[in-house]
C-alpha cells in the first residue's frame, strides 16, 4: 500500500501546485479575477483529487485482489489526500515565501475582496467594518509560518477526506479478503 499511497499522494499534491501556479499566473494575465480564483482552486481540487479514487481502485485491484471493506478504503484514501494535502501546503509556503509580489499583496487583496463582496451584499458599514478588524487579526496571524501552513491545510484536506470517503464507499467490494 506504502508505494500505492505516496505515488498517487504526491502526484496529487503536486498537480495541485502547479494548478496553483497556474491560477496565479491566470490573474495576473487578467483571465480569473482574484474574487472567482476560489472557485477555479476548488473545482482544481476536485479534478484533481480523483486521483484519491484512482489511488484506492489501484489498492484494491492490485493488492487485495479486487476485495476490500469500506475501512481499508478510506484508510488508503485519507493517507493519499494527507500526502497530497502536505504537498499542496509545502508548494503554498515555498511560492509565497519566493514570490515577493505574493508575500506583499496576498492578504492585502484577501480582504479586499471579502471587503467588496459584502458592500455587493448589502452588509451595513458596521458589518463590513467588524469583518475587516477580523481579517487584519487573521493577516497578522498569517504572518506566522506553522498558523498559515495549518491555514492552508485547511482549505484542501476537507476536500480530500470527502473525496476518500466517496472512493471508499463507491470501492468496496464485498468477497473473501486475502490472508
Do not use: C
Amino acid at each position: 500500500m506504502r508505494k500505492i499511497v505516496l505515488t498517487y499522494g504526491i502526484i496529487a499534491g503536486l498537480l495541485m501546485d502547479l494548478m496553483f501556479l497556474i491560477s496565479f499566473w491566470m490573474m495576473e494575465n487578467g483571465i480569473i479575477t482574484f474574487e472567482n480564483s476560489e472557485l477555479f482552486g476548488y473545482t482544481s481540487m476536485i479534478i484533481v483529487l480523483s486521483l484519491i479514487f484512482m489511488g484506492v481502485r489501484s489498492y484494491r485491484n492490485n493488492h487485495l485482489n479486487g476485495v476490500m471493506t469500506f475501512g481499508a478504503g478510506t484508510k488508503a484514501g485519507l493517507l493519499i489526500a494527507g500526502i497530497a494535502a502536505l504537498f499542496y501546503a509545502g508548494g503554498w509556503e515555498v511560492y509565497y515565501n519566493t514570490v515577493p509580489s505574493v508575500k506583499e499583496t496576498f492578504m492585502e487583496r484577501y480582504i479586499e475582496m471579502n471587503v467588496k463582496k459584502m458592500q455587493h451584499e448589502g452588509a451595513t458599514p458596521e458589518k463590513i467594518e467588524a469583518k475587516k478588524v477580523e481579517l487584519l487579526k487573521m493577516a497578522e496571524m498569517y504572518k506566522n509560518p506553522f498558523m498559515r501552513f495549518g491555514i492552508t491545510l485547511a482549505e484542501i484536506l476537507p476536500v480530500g477526506i470527502v473525496v476518500a470517503l466517496i472512493s471508499a464507499g463507491i470501492l468496496r467490494k464485498k468477497g473473501v479478503l486475502p490472508a
